[in-house]
């Protein structure tokens, strides 16, 4: 299991990304959590496999259908022992 914090940029607010997130998470067992930061970005934190976060990140490049990602900055921390995935407000 490892541990990622994510911040991803980009027109990823009031465009259903965090919902869409959430999705992802749910369908492929990544637990965290993630809400939306006052710079505008977006910010995650997941606890998965290697493979799974790797399948994650890949659909947050993607975005939800209105989102625009411009970047997206990973760095590892620590395990939390998060049980589910769920949207901060």
């Known amino acids: 299991m490892?541990?990622?914090n994510i911040k991803v940029h980009g027109k990823v607010q009031g465009v259903g990304f965090r919902n869409f997130a959430q999705r992802i998470?749910?369908?492929n067992s990544v637990n965290g959590f993630c809400f939306n930061q006052p710079d505008g970005?977006?910010?995650i934190e997941i606890e998965t496999t290697q493979m799974k976060a790797d399948q994650f990140?890949?659909?947050m490049y993607q975005?939800?259908?209105m989102a625009k990602?411009?970047?997206i900055d990973v760095e590892?921390?620590?395990l939390k022992g998060f049980n589910f995935f769920e949207v901060r407000r």
């Open 2 to 4: 490892i541990h990622l």
């Open 25 to 27: 998470a749910n369908e």
């Open 41 to 43: 970005t977006v910010y």
């Open 57 to 59: 990140l890949e659909w």
């Open 63 to 65: 975005g939800s259908i």
């Open 69 to 71: 990602v411009s970047r």
């Open 76 to 78: 590892p921390g620590k």
